[in-house]
């Protein structure tokens, strides 16, 4: 782990709220020139703290209305089967997060879909049919609060 | 706006990487620079492209613990929604509230530096807030994959 001073975490700030700021617009948030800006976020990259970026669409817009959040039992334990569901599921276009969680779910899955219907057929045809699925629990996002 | 098939690959180029300089992004989508140029910012000042995101480990941050909370609140009162979430949005720790439809009503991400940490914050500040009638948690072990990317 690296140590993170004051300036290193207003430039995470910063970044956080807008990834697409330039090292220009970082520097003279944070009282920095250009190219020291630019060390500081290179030296956050390399050390593994930013991952990348990702371009931010607006789902609504491309016509993606629905949301839905779904926990996922394995019928079928053990390693194979952990191996064989996780290459299948992270390999769905409509599948954007995919997290190994310890609780009363093995799995949380985030999926997009363009309508109710949509969302159902990507249930029954991609999600239902994963090797060692089990119990799957939905719920539709309403709102982001925070 | 109507959206083409040319933007389309625009923006699915844009989604395998967020940086891709204009010249190359716009040979691979097949045009020239300028219609390229054109077409991106048509597609920002219209608001399909909302910007870029940043990607942080939190756990490099020194967060090592993540976990998903799946909330029920106490339908019986009225402003049940809004009094929690008013309440959890004062925890710092929790970083994202949601509110679903299905079996449970309220998700909350709490990222927290260790399970001692967590457990304060389970204990002195989540079990304290208001209208819950029944709380589970799950705690992240892998995340498999992480992406905005849309099926377009």
Redo the contacts between chains.
Sequence with gaps: MIDLDDTDRAILRALQQDGGLSAAALGKLTGLSQPSAWRRVKRLEDAGIILGRQIVLDRFKLGFDVVVYLGVKLAAKGRVGLEDFERAVCAIPEVQLVQHVLGVYDYRLKVVARDLSDFERILRRRIMTLPGVGEVESNVLLSDEL | ?Q?DSADRKI?RL??SN??MPMAELALQAGMSISPCTRRLARLES????????????HR???LAVEV?L?ITLDKTRSNAFDEF?AA??RIPE???????????DI?MDVRARDLAHYQEIYRERILGLPHMSDV?????????????????
């Design positions: 706006m959206i923006l844009l989604q967020a940086v219209a608001g399909v492209i909302k910007g870029r995101a940043v990607l942080i480990n490099a941050l020194g998903f799946r979430i959890a949005r929790v970083h994202a509230i949601q509110t679903l439809l299905g079996r449970v998700r589970e948690s799950l705690m992240l072990v892998a995340e498999l994959k992480n992406s905005e990317a849309l099926p377009i």
